[in-house]
């Protein structure tokens, strides 16, 4: 049995270092699965015990119809539960996109107007909890999930951490755990990553968050969570 940790981020692995988890975890067996690219890096810091591998190389970006589904999921929550912010996010691609053409940036303008609304009408009918579960339903189909399934089992991981879940990499890992049974869990790093850097938040049996102010924040935006899985 085992313990499979995600760090699809520099700043994930150099906390499970300081933090000394492979003292809190004495006795068990750890695997992390870091950034590709941060492989040779990683293993000047990994802390004592751990087996570091890499993680798989995936970027939901480049599957449109994956792509289309995710957004559809993350605009419904967003417009609705954070109307402000994701306004001024459109807002800036207009301006930035048109800055000398003002008819077309009207025009943009315009258009991202009717989105925020109609996004808005659609979370407000609870449609981003329908398209975050039916997203994740989709991912666990893609072969990436696959091969994460067969690595786990490989490794008989009994628990699966996802460290990184702003990264594009860790939401396959924790989607192939959750079709698995596995027991999981989420570690939201700061406010801003939950509110507007995790395109998906894959659903876990626990989530850990460092204040009172992110676990109200995951708790607005993400109803659907029982607050005693929010630490």
């Not at 991912?139 to 091969?147: A, E, K, S, Y």
């Not at 626990?206 to 993400?222: F, G, H, I, K, P």
Request: charged fraction near 25%.
């Amino acid at each position: 049995m085992s313990i499979v940790i995600g760090c699809d981020s520099f700043l994930a692995l150099r906390n499970l270092r300081t933090g000394l988890l492979d003292r809190w975890l004495n006795g068990e067996e750890i695997h992390v699965w870091v950034d590709p690219r941060q492989l040779a890096g990683s293993q000047r810091v990994k802390p004592e015990g751990v087996e570091l591998a890499c993680l798989e190389e995936f970027d939901v970006r480049k599957d449109s119809r994956l792509m289309k589904q995710v957004l559809a999921a993350y605009h419904a929550r967003k417009c609705y539960y954070d109307p402000a912010t994701i306004w001024a996010d459109f807002l800036l691609s207009s301006h930035r996109h048109n800055q000398r053409k003002p008819l077309r940036r009207a025009a943009s303008v315009s258009r991202a107007a009717g989105r925020l609304g109609l996004y808005w009408l659609a979370g407000s009918l609870g449609m981003a909890r329908h398209w975050r579960s039916a997203f994740a339903q989709a991912l666990r189909r893609h072969p990436v999930v696959d091969v994460y399934r067969e690595r786990l089992q490989k490794v008989d991981a009994t628990v699966v951490v996802g460290l990184s879940p702003e990264g594009l990499r860790e939401m396959a890992l924790m989607e192939a755990a959750n079709s698995l049974g596995l027991s999981t869990m989420v570690v939201i790093r700061s406010r801003d990553n939950l509110a507007a850097k995790i395109l998906h938040l894959p659903h876990a049996d626990a989530y850990a968050v460092w204040s009172e102010n992110t676990r109200q924040c995951l708790l607005s935006m993400y109803p659907e969570t029982p607050p005693e899985r929010v630490h």
